[in-house]
T-cell receptor
Framework: AQSVAQPEDQVNVAEGNPLTVKCTYS??????LFWYVQYPNRGLQFLLK??????LVKGSYGFEAEFNKSQTSFHLKKPSALVSDSALYFC????????????FGPGTRLSVLP | DAEITQSPRHKITETGRQVTLACHQT?????MFWYRQDLGHGLRLIHY???????NKGEVSDGYSVSRSNTEDLPLTLESAASSQTSVYFC??????????FGPGTRLTVL
């Protein structure tokens, strides 16, 4: 079965500092991996995805994520955090051999302090 | 631009009433999903559909039903609303190998 873990409920970072939001996954086959962001009272917005190819993927708003197969991780990163990045972040995985369904992590709340 | 919409955005109902939440997408996606989001539980899958006339149960399907009569719509029905179904409901759609696109959500309160 597929599963996703986001080990930190909350991440605090000062504006201008780099940020990392962690995600680890478990699938039986090859994974599709995704990051989403949710602002208050809004739906989830797609940030980036890893399907195949380069392990470092770049997405919206300056975010990037690194796929590490040996560590089964897909951490979200940004070199310089903005206060406006404060939101709830979800990692999701889809097992390529298991149909179209996603499994979402529990979410990590990012707070960027001015 | 293609989009996914949900209606109503807010709904208050009473225990025992039937409620239907609408989801409409113009992406022409085959796959559509309903989730509920609750504090401490993240997103939980209620039902999903891979195409017209196809529906499947997710992890929290009890008390909910869906039907898929066309590509664009996947309405979610609560047959007899319960207070435990107070939640925020999100609809999503996706192409075969692509990310899911989410609607803005419906906040449902069952009194």
């Amino acid at each position: 079965a597929q599963s996703v873990a986001q080990p930190e409920d909350q991440v605090n970072v000062a504006e201008g500092n780099p940020l990392t939001v962690k995600c680890t996954y478990s699938v039986s086959g090859n994974p599709y991996l995704f990051w989403y962001v949710q602002y208050p009272n809004r739906g989830l917005q797609f940030l980036l995805k890893y399907i195949t190819g380069d392990n470092l993927v770049k997405g919206s708003y300056g975010f990037e994520a690194e796929f590490n197969k040996s560590q089964t991780s897909f951490h979200l990163k940004k070199p310089s955090a903005l206060v406006s990045d404060s939101a709830l972040y979800f990692c999701a995985v889809r097992d390529m051999g298991y149909g179209q369904n996603f499994v979402f992590g529990p979410g990590t709340r990012l707070s960027v302090l001015p | 631009d293609a989009e996914i919409t949900q209606s109503p955005r807010h709904k208050i109902t009473e225990t025992g009433r039937q409620v239907t939440l609408a989801c409409h997408q113009t992406w022409n996606h085959n796959n559509m999903f309903w989730y509920r989001q609750d504090l401490g539980h993240g997103l939980r899958l209620i039902h999903y559909s891979y195409g017209v006339q196809d529906t499947n149960k997710g992890e929290v399907s009890d008390g909910y039903s869906v039907s898929r009569s066309n590509t664009e719509d996947l309405p979610l029905t609560l047959e007899s609303a319960a207070s435990s179904q107070t939640s925020v409901y999100f609809c999503a759609s996706s192409g075969q190998y692509n990310e899911q696109f989410f609607g803005p959500g419906t906040r449902l309160t069952v009194l």
